[in-house]
């Protein structure tokens, strides 16, 4: 934002981008494609692995299932740098408060932490998050804290750049009730879908699955992506 | 803060839309939705065709500036019969397409529009075109364009085959465009869609409320 303003006021001879590539200049943003379903007994997350800074990949394996929790994750959208910073923080208020309650905490109240940090401070970050996991009183939740820090729950979610192109594929695959293989299934084709078609987002499918039992990862390589038939 | 604009700034009367064609096993179906918006907020229409006929077996459907569209497409229709009459034969879709791109891209600064063009002649059969806002012209098997066409890229790279029977290509773009106009909010009414074949041309009307439903509805 600095940058911006000091461009606009004063007289230059010749712009930044001339002289120096553009991710120079450009703040790191997981320009993203992020999703949760919930099932039966659970959810499963996944993210690609694309983070940019402008036009350059600045890591092409980033992990953004980020865990919160022992069985709570969030998957982060927006600005790398503020989803980092309050994903630190949501991570220390849930691990207090859980150590204060003796016991495990629950999925809403780690969404309602980050709605609060979301909204307090929504004119200074830019943050798109989706929290997900699984709790004794409600079982596998999905709830959504989008830009400007609203909180809903949903059955199954979204978020980032790349999502915009698969709401229409999201809407008529996903069916309540799935099993955990058919929703590992519907989150890879979808974010195959958004990888292809979206430029922030790509590199390889990371995948969890959250249960009582406890937490899979799960890496899909690019050669190993679901295929179309358009590609 | 910057906030992120998904619909472009058009001014005044705009067609924020969802439109595709798709070609089949023998002819190609056109299809759109039917909403004309202003500024994102108020329907200036909920009935309107966006699917204009150049020319017997060659459709055209448009986005964007609705006035813009309107005038090239009148010019190009004008332009294409006069063209079929010299050549005493139908138009190829590929000369229909061809024109409007020309007056897209030399007037490019002026206008704010895209098109569709899709339809059958005898050379090659059924084709469909594709007209970029700034005059780019590409064939493809299908295409979508469009404000609500960003919700749908996943569900038609997922769906689409190449040679789909008529009922499965009729299929395919009713719900492609009933997912668009689910989600897209300048995107909506009815559902057009037009079937073009070596026989002819035929017209198919959905209304909304008998519009495929999914999970959430």
């Known amino acids: 934002m600095a940058a911006a303003t000091a461009t606009r006021f004063c007289q230059q001879l010749s712009s930044v981008s ?33 983070t940019t800074t402008g036009a350059y990949i600045a890591n092409r394996v980033t992990d953004k299932l980020t865990p919160i929790h022992d069985r709570i994750f969030c998957c982060r959208s927006g600005s790398a740098a503020d989803t980092q910073a309050i994903a630190d923080i949501v991570t220390y208020q849930l691990g207090f408060h ?44 999905v709830y959504t804290v989008p830009v400007g820090g609203m909180l809903v729950r949903q059955p199954v979610s979204v978020g980032g750049s790349g999502s915009t192109y698969i ?4 809407d008529s695959n996903y069916k309540p009730n799935m099993t955990k293989e058919q929703c590992l299934h519907l989150v890879s084709g979808a974010l195959s879908l958004a990888m292809e078609r979206d430029g922030s987002s790509g590199g390889v499918i990371r995948l969890a699955a959250i249960s009582e ?5 799960q890496v899909i390589l690019g050669n190993q992506l679901p295929k179309w038939s358009t590609a | 803060m910057e906030r992120h604009y998904m619909d472009s700034k058009i001014k005044g009367v705009s067609t924020g839309t969802t439109i595709l064609a798709v070609t089949f096993n023998g002819g190609v179906i056109i299809g759109s ?54 050549m005493e034969s139908p ?43 700034g005059g780019m012209l590409l064939s493809l098997p299908f295409t979508i364009g469009g404000s609500g066409s960003t919700y749908i890229y996943g569900y038609t790279d997922a769906k689409y085959k190449p040679d789909m029977s008529r009922e499965e290509c009729l299929q395919f773009a009713t719900n492609a465009l009933a997912l668009a106009m689910g989600r897209d909010n300048v995107s909506g009414g009815v559902a057009h869609l037009v079937v073009i074949t070596e026989g002819g041309v035929e017209h198919v009307v959905i209304p909304g409320d008998k519009l495929p439903k999914f999970h959430d509805e």
């Open chain 1, 18 to 50: 001339d002289m120096s590539p553009d991710w120079t200049t450009k703040e790191v943003s997981t320009g993203t494609t992020i999703m949760a379903v919930e099932y039966e007994g659970g959810v499963v997350i996944g993210a690609d692995s694309r």
């Open chain 2, 91 to 133: 138009p190829l879709v590929k000369a229909a397409a061809s024109v409007m791109k020309e007056l897209c891209y030399n007037n490019k600064e002026e206008l704010q529009a895209g098109f569709i063009t899709a339809g059958w002649d005898k050379k090659k059969g059924p084709q469909v075109y594709t007209v970029a806002l």
């Open chain 1, 167 to 170: 709401y229409g594929f999201m």
């Open chain 2, 33 to 86: 939705d039917s909403r004309a918006s202003m500024g994102g907020n108020y329907v200036c229409s909920k009935t309107i065709n966006k699917l204009i006929q150049v020319h017997d077996r060659i459709f055209c459907c448009i986005a964007g500036s609705l006035a813009d569209a309107q005038a090239v497409t009148k010019t190009a229709k004008f332009q294409i019969s006069l063209h079929s009459i010299q």
């Open chain 1, 213 to 217: 039992s406890g937490v899979e990862r």
């Open chain 1, 98 to 141: 859980s150590i204060e309650l003796d016991e495990a905490p629950l999925v809403q109240t780690a969404a309602n932490l980050f709605k609060a940090s979301c909204y307090r401070y929504r004119e200074e970050l830019m943050a798109g998050i989706i929290v997900a996991g699984w709790d004794k009183r409600r079982g596998g939740q």
